[in-house]
């Protein structure tokens, strides 16, 4: 079997914490039990472009289960847990490219290594998978029955080849059913990012004024745990119902130029480039802390920091102090993705139900392999309230149930006044 990970004597490790992740993810497990006896991925070939993390693991394994064969690499070269990556190669027998802290010529060969397996279905965390099958492999596109995406960057950039007419295959935006991000977005974003930064840190929130760049779903999931600890919780926005939201919701709102010069913490978390640039690293206070929760590494201009500062040195890992002029500020994770980079990214509970969609959305391609259209497709309405749904069983909640006579209100327009 081929791979390439950092060391296969880690894997004993990794195996545990696959199994404490697995026993968080009820709904997943489901579809692994369903998945073992109906073997609907039976000789379809998968290729992952994923965070290699437990969470990971326990979806690969239930693809395996389904009867798929897999290649897996990593979906940011930070993010992957190498203990994770050595049991799913020893224990799991799941080609696994991925090293924590590769650079970016390896990232590109693991992609291309899972490439070399012809996947039929591919899965992607940011699209960088599907954006190397439309240009550097582009012989392999007819090879693919659709590929799912996990993320809201990833599903931008889709949309975006879509507009332009690049996309060439059928793709599936997990992250688009609700059970995806009306919980890992908000929630898992809004612990994770937390525990990443207090890891690099080791500081206290309270009291902090707490700058969010960002009322999405991952904005909003931060800056509800950020007030939650006692931060002053500022946020900044580009999009006027989502700033008023945020107003609403009791945040102080202001522009990025405002926010730079009193925060003592900025934490991006909008999917675009440029939000924190050279002109407002000049503003921030000595001290501030910067660092991004976004999928890429552009929401902060890292470089252009680096190429600025007068001096810098690692004071803890994932803890830079840059001296700018006569200023320190401190970066995090080099502007990466800081729950990954710092902390395990989402919790299992919250990946539970992100991955069920992907199981279920790789399960869509393989039984609809005829008449998929070159679009952008969503996991069917019911199947995202099925995953719901079976997350409340697992967590021991009932619900009520609409009476025939209220369906029948519902449906009809004759009953008003
Ligand atoms: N994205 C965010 N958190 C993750 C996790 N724990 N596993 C895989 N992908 C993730």
Redesign the pocket.
Known sequence: MKYDIKDIKLAPAGKKRIEWAGAQMPVLELIKARFKKEKPLKGVTLGAC??V????ANLMIALKEGGANLALCASNPLSTQDDVAASLVKDYGIPTFAIRGEDKKSYYKHLNDVLDFHPQITTD?GADLVTLLHTERKSQLKEVIGSAE?TTTGVIRLKAMLKDGALKIPVMAVNDSDTKHMF?NRY?TGQ?TIDGIIRATNILLAGKKFVVAGFGWCGRGLAARARGLGAQVIVTEVNPVKALEAVMEGFEVMPMDTAAKIADIICTATGDKDVLTMKHFKLLKEGAIISNTGHFNVELDYDGLIKAAKSRRVLRNNLEEVVLGTKKIFVLGEGRLI??AAA?????DV?DMSFANQALGAEFFAQNQEGLEVKIYTIPEEMDQNIALLKLNAIGVKIDVLTPAQKKYLESWHEGT
């Open positions: 994923l965070h993390t437990a969470e990971t965390d996990e890992d898992g994770s729950n990954l395990e990214g989402h919790p299992p990946m």
